[in-house]
């Protein structure tokens, strides 16, 4: 599979979509067995889960939306299916990260949405709406952009 090229300044965002994969590998293989909230290993899950959402995955969240978005609305029309649907996401994700905060539901059930929805998610932001935004930003603002893209915390779990 041909490796896609991001531009420097993006590359922190396609990091934070790295780590979200090896969440969703780390939800898949923990959940391989049917299990329930009560089990240790879906416990640790949860927390680890967690871990990834406050370490970085809201504030990835927050940098789309507050930083490169309003900054490609300036190059190209913002109402577009694949942006539209990026956020509708973002709040999906985060109703699901909310339910198992609060343990709401059933765990496993939610935790394997979520391992559906975020894997979506990562795959047409890194196939379809980066390199969109990437065509339509000139080098400039790119580049005035990276400064505000940050790593994940240290202490993700995803490390």
């Given at each position: 599979?041909?490796?896609?090229?991001?531009?420097e300044a993006m590359r922190p965002l396609s990091r934070h979509h790295h780590h979200a994969l090896v969440m969703v590998l780390n939800i898949r293989k923990t959940l391989t067995n049917?299990?329930?909230?009560?089990?240790?290993?879906?416990?640790?899950?949860?927390a680890k889960l967690l871990q990834f959402w406050e370490t970085g995955g809201q504030?990835?969240?927050?940098?789309?939306?507050?930083?490169?978005?309003p900054a490609y609305s300036r190059y190209a029309p913002i109402h577009q299916e694949e942006i539209i649907e990026m956020l509708m996401e973002h709040v999906q994700i985060r109703a699901l990260?909310?339910?198992?905060?609060?343990?709401?539901?059933?765990?496993v059930v939610h935790m394997?949405?979520?391992?559906?929805?975020?894997?979506?998610?990562?795959?047409?932001?890194?196939?379809?709406?980066?390199?969109?935004?990437e065509a339509a930003l000139p080098?400039?603002?790119?580049?005035?952009?990276?400064?505000y893209f940050h790593e994940f915390h240290k202490?993700?779990?995803?490390?």
């Open positions: 599979m041909k490796r896609l090229s991001r531009h049917e299990g329930t909230a009560e089990d240790k290993a879906v416990k640790a899950l949860r504030e990835h969240f927050r940098e789309e939306e507050e930083i490169l978005l990260i909310a339910a198992i905060s609060d343990e709401e539901g059933d765990l394997r949405k979520l391992s559906e929805v975020l894997e979506q998610h990562v795959r047409r932001e890194e196939r379809v709406i980066f390199p969109m935004m080098e400039e603002e790119l580049k005035k952009l990276a400064p202490g993700n779990p995803n490390e």
